[in-house]
Each structure stands twice: as C-alpha cells, then as structure tokens.
C-alpha cells in the first residue's frame, strides 16, 4: 500500500507557517481598512468626510470672492458737448416725444452711432409746431436737425411753413387790466435765433429763415 503525502495530510499538531504576504497585498489591505475607519463622533468614513470638508472650504471661498467682487462698470455716458438740451434727461417729456427729440440729438452727440429713421424724421416734421410736444428749451435742436432734410420732406417742410405765414394774423386784443405773462428763461446755446418760441407763426418764420438758406451756409 503506497505511503500518502503528509502535503496532503498535514498533522495537525503541527503548525504550518503562514505565507509572506506580497507588497501588492498589503497595500491592498491597508486601503481596505483606512476606508472602514469612520469618525466616532460623526459615524462617517474619513474618507468621505474629507470630502465633504474640502467641498465646504470650495464653497465658503466662492462665497467670498462673489462677496469681494467688484461691481460691473458703469456704461460711460458721454459728455453733452453739443450746445443742445439733452432729451435723455426730461421726465416730462412723452415716450414719443423722447424718442423723436432723442433721435435728433444723437445725430449731432455721437454722429457715428445715428441712423436715419424715416419715422423719428416724420414725428419731427409733424411736431415742430407744438410747444407740447417739443418744449422751447429743444426747438434748437429740431430746426438744426430740419436743415438737414433734404428731398421732397424739405420742399414739403418750406410749403408748410409758407402757408402757415399766409394765413391772416389777427393780434390778440390787448387787456389792461391783464398782466403781462412772466418769462421763464431756459438757459440753454442757441445755435440759431429763435423768437417767440411756442407761437406757430413764428416758428414758422425761423424755420422758414433758415430753410432759405444754402445748404453749404447752414
């Protein structure tokens, strides 16, 4: 009868040494139990709390620098440098009225950004003649403006003021015992003279003036 192997058959009062582990396996090992280990206090894997802790600090230094940040600049607003009232400014005006008035402005404040605008152009011709609509202080403005229009709209705006000219002027009677309406001086350059602003006819009269004009001498 063959002898069996004690490989097979170890005595078991003997001890069998154990095996070195490699250094792949106690690397292992070690990974194994530093992700087992949790916080007494938290019950929370360190790993995971470390994580979390770094994700806090991320978050508490975003805060600060949106604190800290500086506000947004503030659009430059160019210097009114053309001897006309700026529109931009009026709280009185009506939204279109603005616009009209604020469409002319910007042709003579920064001619590189003004587009032409046959509608703007229009409500200008339209309104020229109310003192509601463009105030005394603006008149400048617009009858600068209209002495750039060319075309028909010039010879229309010519005719307009010719046949406001000719209508019969009937002077207001006059009432002694009326006062005399106090003048409010509007301290604004006047590039061409303007008389009796806020009367029709006489607003006629100027634009009239200075139509007649040659284009080269305006």
């Not at 280990?37 to 019950?43: F, I, L, N, P």
């Not at 994580?51 to 947004?72: F, I, S």
């Not at 301290?187 to 303007?194: D, F, G, H, K, Q």
Request: a positive charge.
């Amino acid at each position: 009868m063959a002898k069996k192997s004690s490989k097979h058959n170890p005595d078991p009062d003997i001890e069998t040494p154990d095996e070195t582990p490699s250094p792949n396996q106690v690397k292992k090992k070690r990974k194994a139990e530093g992700e087992q280990q949790v916080d007494t206090s938290t019950g929370e894997p360190l790993k995971k709390r470390k994580k979390h802790r770094r994700d806090a600090m991320e978050e508490a230094e975003k805060d600060t620098r949106d604190a800290t940040a500086e506000a947004p600049p503030k659009k430059k607003r160019h210097k009114n440098r053309t001897g006309l009232a700026d529109p931009r400014e009026d709280t009185v005006l009506s939204n279109q009225a603005r616009k009209g008035l604020e469409y002319a402005f910007l042709q003579f404040h920064r001619p590189s950004k003004w587009k032409f605008n046959k509608a703007r152009q229009n409500w200008i011709i339209r309104n020229v003649w109310s003192a509601e609509n463009v105030p005394e202080m603006y008149l400048p403005l617009v009858i600068k403006y209209l002495t750039n229009v060319q075309g028909g709209s010039r010879t229309k705006l010519i005719e307009t003021c010719q046949s406001i000219l000719d209508k019969p002027h009937k002077p207001e009677a006059e009432n002694p015992e009326e006062k005399p309406a106090l003048k409010v001086h509007v301290p604004a350059p006047l590039p061409v003279e303007v008389a009796a602003v806020g009367d029709e006819r006489a607003r006629a009269q100027t634009l009239l003036d200075v139509l007649a004009l040659p284009t080269e001498v305006q």
